[in-house]
């Protein structure tokens, strides 16, 4: 069982900065991806960046060259550094693992942080 913890939600002006980070722990085997994820009300869950075990990293076009998806292996964590945040960023963002096993996939997920861009 994979716990995923997330921290580091909160309000912030555009234009300004926020970094999230997100603690796994449990049983953790197959790990092929670890990404962010974010829902804003009304909408649908969307990808914002994510990292194979590889180090390949993918992100949306809507926050390539302001958001950076980072990991550190040895402490199991996630980061997700937000720059030159637009009110269009405001939404719950999600943790994601994807582990894979033989053939099968299991994605779990954390608790959601807010994050909410407003003057």
């Known amino acids: 069982q994979v716990q995923l913890v997330e921290s580091g939600g909160g309000l912030v002006q555009p234009g300004g900065s926020l970094g999230l980070s997100c603690a796994a722990s449990?049983?953790?085997?197959?790990?092929?991806?670890m990404g962010w994820y974010r829902q804003a009300p009304g909408k649908k869950r969307e990808l914002v960046a994510r990292m194979t075990s590889d180090g390949s990293t993918d992100y949306s076009d809507s926050v390539k060259g302001r958001f950076t998806i980072s990991r550190d292996n040895a402490k199991n964590t996630a980061y997700l550094q937000m720059n030159n945040l637009k009110p269009e960023d405001t939404a719950v963002y999600y943790c994601?693992?994807?582990?894979?096993?033989?053939?099968?996939?299991?994605?779990?997920w954390g608790q959601g942080t807010q994050v909410t861009v407003s003057s």
């Open positions: 449990g049983t953790i085997y197959g790990l092929t991806a």
């Open positions: 994601n693992v994807e582990l894979r096993v033989s053939l099968s996939t299991r994605n779990y």
